[in-house]
């Protein structure tokens, strides 16, 4: 019954924004097959920002996220030292397709998670929301942080 009303909740709440073709800095659409979803996003595109990420937080709301943007793809490791949630690691290519996820990143753990090569971006969201989602690789995101003239779903 949780799983129909998030459902519904997104269809009703998040599937009319998110195919309305914006790109705000300030939110990031993922679409998978029929499944369009709209997360809230906190952009990490320094040294800085990229290396607190979201550690020390007790807490993340639902639907929000961080991006991390890199110059480049590049092969890309991650670790969850300091992080007190779980987190799903969406790991996307220059056009903003998922090319692999982590689910469920164990809190604290100083394991080297492995995204894989050639990536860019990484997109955290809440533990074990990408399969309640439907997320899988191959999945599409929108947002002005990827170069629009080569992104699978360019801002229109």
Not at 7 to 21: E, S
Not at 96 to 103: L, N, R, Y
Request: hydrophobic content about 45%; glycine content about 8%.
């Amino acid at each position: 019954m949780a799983r129909l009303l998030l459902v519904l909740g997104l269809v009703i709440g998040w599937f009319g924004p998110a195919l309305a073709g914006t790109c705000d800095p300030a939110v990031i659409d993922i679409r998978d097959g029929g499944t369009t979803v709209r997360f809230s996003v906190e952009i990490a595109d320094t040294n800085e920002l990229r290396a607190l990420g979201l550690m020390n937080r007790p807490s993340i709301p639902q639907f929000s996220s961080m991006l991390f943007v890199y110059n480049r793809p590049r092969v890309m490791t991650f670790w969850m030292k300091n992080t007190l949630i779980p987190l799903d690691m969406l790991f996307i290519d220059e056009t903003g397709t998922v090319a692999s996820i982590h689910e469920n990143a164990v809190p604290l753990s100083e394991a080297t998670i492995n995204g894989g090569d050639n990536i860019q971006y990484v997109l955290e969201i809440r533990g074990g929301l990408s399969a309640m989602l439907g997320l899988h690789v191959g999945a599409e995101l929108r947002h002005p942080a990827f170069s629009q003239e080569i992104a699978a779903w360019p801002c229109e």
